[in-house]
Antibody
Framework: QVQLQESAPDLVKPSETLSLTCAVS?????????WGWIRQPPGKGLEWIGS?????????YYSPSLKSRLTMSVDTSKNQISLILSSVTAADTATYYC????????????WGQGSLVTVSS | QSALTQPRSVSGSPGQSVTISCTGT?????????VSWYQQHPGKAPKFLIY???KRPSGVPDRFSGSKSGNTASLTISGLQAEDEADYYC??????????FGGGTKLTVL
C-alpha cells in the first residue's frame, strides 16, 4: 500500500527558508512515477507547486510563480522527496501535500495527509 | 498561469444529479485531455476521482463521471448522497510541464 508522509516545521519566520520532506513507503520513488507538491492556504484552494521525476536524470518542474524560490530534490536511499522554499512570507502559510502521479495526464492518485506550515514572526 | 474557474458552490438533494464546471482556456483545459478531479472533505487530503477527463480510478463509484466541451470540463455526480458533500477541485495540464488547479466548488447536499 502506497503511503506518503510529509514532515515540516510548524512555524517558520518571514524571510527564512522552509524545508519539507515527504517519506514514501510501499512504493519505490524510482519506479517511473512523478512526485508532486501541492499546497492549500487556510480556507482556500489547491495550488500546484511543482513535480519531479526521480527516474533517469531526475527532472524537476516548477510553478512559474514560485520557480525563483523553489528547489525540489529526491533521496532515493531514503525513498523520500524534499522541497525547499526560500524567502517565505505570510502568503506561504499553507498545508503542504505531497502526491504521486503517473504522469502529466494521470492525475495525483496517492496523497499524504498534509503538513500545515505557518509563516509568522 | 491563472487558476481554472469553478462555481463557488452548488447544491442538490439526495438522489439528484449535480454538475460542476471547470472553465479554462485553449492553453489548458481546451488544449489537452488531461483534466483530473478531486474530492476533499474538511480537514482531509484530496481524493482522486477522475483523470484524463473521463477515466475513473478503480474504487471510485460510477456515480462520478467527467466530460469536456471546448474549454470547459465538467464533473457530474448522479444519485447524490450525503457523503458527497465536500469541496471539489479540477486540475488541468497547462503545458509545458505546468499544472493548474481550479478554485474549488463546495457541494452542499440539501
Amino acid at each position: 500500500q502506497v503511503q506518503l508522509q510529509e514532515s515540516a516545521p510548524d512555524l517558520v519566520k518571514p524571510s527564512e527558508t522552509l524545508s519539507l520532506t515527504c517519506a514514501v513507503s510501499g512504493f519505490s520513488i524510482s519506479r517511473g512515477y512523478y512526485w508532486g507538491w501541492i499546497r492549500q492556504p487556510p480556507g482556500k484552494g489547491l495550488e500546484w507547486i511543482g513535480s519531479l521525476y526521480p527516474s533517469g536524470s531526475g527532472n524537476t518542474y516548477y510553478s512559474p510563480s514560485l520557480k525563483s524560490r523553489l528547489t525540489m530534490s529526491v533521496d532515493t536511499s531514503k525513498n523520500q522527496i524534499s522541497l525547499i522554499l526560500s524567502s517565505v512570507t505570510a502568503a506561504d502559510t499553507a498545508t503542504y501535500y505531497c502526491a504521486r502521479s503517473s504522469g502529466w495526464s494521470g492525475g495525483f492518485d496517492y496523497w499524504g495527509q498534509g503538513s500545515l506550515v505557518t509563516v509568522s514572526s | 498561469q491563472s487558476a481554472l474557474t469553478q462555481p463557488r458552490s452548488v447544491s442538490g438533494s439526495p438522489g439528484q444529479s449535480v454538475t460542476i464546471s471547470c472553465t479554462g482556456t485553449s492553453s489548458d483545459v481546451g488544449g489537452y485531455n488531461y483534466v483530473s478531479w478531486y474530492q476533499q472533505h474538511p480537514g482531509k487530503a484530496p481524493k482522486f476521482l477522475i483523470y484524463d477527463v473521463i477515466k475513473r480510478p478503480s474504487g471510485v463509484p460510477d456515480r462520478f463521471s467527467g466530460s469536456k466541451s471546448g474549454n470547459t470540463a465538467s464533473l457530474t455526480i448522479s444519485g447524490l448522497q450525503a457523503e458527497d458533500e465536500a469541496d471539489y477541485y479540477c486540475c488541468s495540464y497547462a503545458g509545458p510541464y505546468i499544472l493548474v488547479f481550479g478554485g474549488g466548488t463546495k457541494l452542499t447536499v440539501l
